[in-house]
């Protein structure tokens, strides 16, 4: 039950984050467009490919189905039915002409950019914040070593 409530939880935080951004970049998109108002079904497709996300986030990328698996693997397990769902409802909501190609092309073109974007800045931080605490290990390590030494 508590590996459960575990998984429920980083569903609902990855959710929530993941919906703020999304709505965020709407917004900005929108008034960039000269829309005043959103449509609640457009609202609804976004909080939906959040939870989608969410779900295939904690799928690909925690140790619940896969213990060892390298990040690229991992990457994949994510993109590839993430992009699917997505499309489903892309077409399920009209984000755009279904039957148009160019359409198809500027959408996977443009999940494809968010990707890489996004993979880059966990990557980026990950290795920020290990750096940072490779560094503080060390200078805890070499307290205790000094005190030691007394």
Known sequence: MKKFLNIVMQIKTNLSLSFTAMMCCVVVVAFFMGLETLNVNYILSVFLISAVSSICQVIAFSDLLFKKMSYMLRIGI????????????????????????????????????ILVVITAGFEIYYRVNGQRYDGLLGEYHRKRQKETQE
């Open 78 to 113: 994510f993109a590839v039915p993430f992009y699917l769902i997505l499309s489903f409802v892309a077409i399920q909501f009209q984000w755009f002409p279904a039957e148009s190609i160019g359409a198809w092309v500027t959408f996977s073109v443009i999940f494809l950019i």
